[in-house]
């Protein structure tokens, strides 16, 4: 079974490239995939465009062109919940599409699997918001309205492909910042440390548990 896996972090993709082998990079629509082989698993990686404009058809290709049998989107978020801090892990069990008012269940099985790898990670709904959050009032609006862990700006909208085409998916996220009046710079200040442990954990899944 192949297994597609998608972000948006540079340097997490790139990370994430050189860990494959016998890769092979693929354009199709603008877009670029690598597959490849990790510990004999069969990885194709979808590379999103920062503004995540695309992210649904991203998701397409990967289940109807390379035939992925189940998605691991993988990035940074914001914390909603106050108990979590910058470097976290969090695990989504549902995506709420703020715009859509949708909500998306993951795939059971996947966040119990990175849990147990993982098992001080925060399970719970992630949002998914058109806009950086980084002002504390629209923060506790969020977290009254939605009871989420965290906000990032795609889960949802993958899941959602997902769940069209009965595909397993789970999205895990590292938090960068807090979704408050400093969150840009917290985000900043993370980022890079995020991406890093974002890279690890999934590379220890892909290796030896899915």
């Not at 990686?45 to 397409?60: F, G, Q, S």
């Not at 390379?66 to 892990?89: K, M, N, R, Y």
């Amino acid at each position: 079974m192949k297994i597609g896996v998608i972000g948006s972090v540079k340097e997490e993709l790139e990370n994430i490239r050189q860990a494959l082998v016998q890769t092979q990079t693929i354009e199709i629509e603008n877009f670029r995939f690598t597959s490849g082989e990790l510990k004999h698993k069969k990885i194709v990686l979808a590379e999103v465009p920062n503004d995540t404009v695309d992210i649904e058809k991203v998701t397409e290709l990967l289940i109807h062109t390379f035939q992925v049998g189940q998605v691991i989107a993988t990035g940074l978020a914001g914390a909603i919940d106050d108990e979590l801090s910058p470097l976290a892990l969090v695990i989504g069990n549902s995506y709420f599409d703020c715009q859509t008012k949708e909500e998306f269940p993951a795939e059971d099985t996947l966040v119990q699997l990175f849990k147990k790898i993982y098992p001080s990670a925060k399970v719970g709904k992630i949002l998914t918001v058109e806009q950086f959050i980084d002002d504390t009032h629209r923060k506790q609006e969020l977290k009254k309205v939605c009871h989420a862990v965290a906000v990032d700006c795609e889960s949802a909208r993958v899941a959602e492909v997902c769940a069209k085409h009965a595909t397993p998916f789970v999205s895990v996220r590292t938090i960068t910042d807090n979704a408050n009046n400093q969150a840009w710079k917290n985000f900043n200040n993370y980022e890079e440390l995020a991406a890093e442990k974002s890279t690890d954990i999934l590379l220890e899944a892909l290796q030896k548990k899915i």
